[in-house]
């Protein structure tokens, strides 16, 4: 889970001030993800990230 954060704080440095809200794992046999919500503290908006935990390519 630490290197799927460093990729998005990496790729989406707004990232950092906001508060994780959710995080999972799913697994779906033949590929599996992490999940990471953010929420914006001032605005409560929220951006939710997969993550490939194989080639750790990050999805909006």
Do not use: C, N
């Not at 919500?37 to 951006?47: C, E, G, N």
């Amino acid at each position: 889970m630490k290197a799927a954060l460093d990729g998005v704080y990496a790729q989406f440095p707004e990232t950092k001030s906001y508060a994780i809200t959710g995080a999972s794992f799913l697994d779906r046999g033949d590929s599996s993800w992490y999940i990471i919500v953010f929420r914006d503290k001032a605005s409560k908006d929220s951006i939710t990230f997969r993550i490939d935990a194989k080639t750790g390519e990050i999805m909006p």
